[in-house]
């Protein structure tokens, strides 16, 4: 690791101006400020986190779509732990839970679907959170489900993340040097769908693992690329990340969903970013029993600036409720309330 700080040093000494790397997933945002690496980093070179906190962006609506379902007669709402307290219009499904709903914590679509087949006279609702990661299981799950677990349902947030990147890029508000872009989600897509961001924004791109080495070495292999003003798209993570990712996993979920455009929280809709269930798999699809359900007028928490740190634009002190108003025991926002969030990363390692 010292090797790679000196080396750091020495690029960051040549480059001699400021250089923004956007790391992209929330593992890294974590990984990074627990092992102090933005401390460790010379003047002039900064980490900005980006959207890759998937509990953050998945927006108001999802949530209240959520929370109307909870109040629906013998249903069963599944979810990881890490949505429980995101705040939706009016209530969060933590509230909704005390108020009587039944909201379930998982760990996998597979204990959903668990408990469907144990509760047969009631209807079990999966809440899909999730990039690339987390979709494969769940197309696994409802290939399973389909057709033979008939109170198995999916309400679908699943989201893409080159599309995201796309987006933020594209944009003319933020200014970023290079990317960190995320190992988990690499294990599934490998590197090719990035290769845009080199080719078409001359934008530095390196998958790396999440070990404080591994960041140090992916942060140093972005430097060289900017000092020798070039961009590619190279993989430090090799131990787990191929260049054509897993392929069983992408069939599995290219034959049971499709694109579809997805509400980003801060991005907003970003055409064919979501993941959604293909025809064949509609029965499993929780969106029909929405019909009829009265759903608030969405509306993000009055002060939150969830929106802006996703993208980058503010890191978390700079928000006023931070560590005031908002703190993760009275979260306001999202990013204060998920593990990977920005906001609680900053919270309990960068103050």
Request: aromatic residues 6%; positive net charge.
């Amino acid at each position: 690791m010292i090797d790679r700080l000196h080396l750091i040093r020495e690029q960051a000494a040549a480059i001699a101006r400021p250089v923004r790397i956007m790391e992209v997933c929330g593992t890294h945002t974590v990984a990074a400020f627990r092992a102090g690496i933005r401390a460790l980093l010379p003047p002039g070179v900064s980490l900005i986190s980006g959207p890759g906190c998937p509990v953050c962006v998945t927006p108001t609506e999802f949530i209240d779509q959520a929370i109307a379902l909870s109040k629906l007669p013998a249903t069963i709402i599944a979810t990881y732990g890490d949505m429980l307290r995101v705040p939706g219009t009016d209530t969060s499904l933590e509230r909704a839970r005390a108020g009587g709903g039944d909201v379930r914590v998982v760990y996998s679509a597979e204990d959903a679907l668990i408990l469907a087949r144990a509760n047969p006279g009631r209807t079990v609702v999966f809440l899909g959170v999730g990039f690339e990661t987390t979709t494969p299981p769940t197309a696994w799950v409802v290939r399973q489900a389909c057709g033979s677990v008939s109170n198995f349902k999916v309400l679908s947030s699943h989201k893409t993340m080159p599309r995201a990147m796309a987006a933020l890029v594209a944009g003319p508000a933020i200014a970023i040097d290079g990317v960190l872009c995320p190992g988990h989600v690499s294990v599934i897509i490998g590197s090719k769908p990035y290769e845009f961001l080199a080719r078409d924004h001359h934008m530095p791109c390196v998958i790396t693992g999440f070990d404080p080495a591994d960041i140090l070495a992916g942060i140093a292999m972005i430097l060289t690329q900017v000092a020798e003003k070039r961009a590619a798209v190279e993989i430090q993570y090799t131990r787990s990340v191929k260049e054509g990712g897993n392929l069983l996993a992408r069939r599995i979920v290219d034959a049971v969903m499709m694109p579809g455009d997805a509400l980003w929280r801060g991005l907003g809709m970003i055409p064919g970013s979501g993941m959604v269930l293909r025809p064949d798999y509609a029965a499993c699809d929780a969106m029909p029993m929405l019909r009829g359900c009265q759903l608030p007028q969405p509306c993000e928490p009055a002060g939150c600036m969830c929106g802006d740190v996703l993208k980058g634009l503010i890191t978390p002190p700079m928000c006023p409720m931070f560590g005031t108003r908002c703190t993760p025991s009275d979260p306001v926002g999202p990013c204060m309330v998920s593990s990977e969030g920005s906001c609680a990363a900053f919270y309990k390692y960068g103050r």
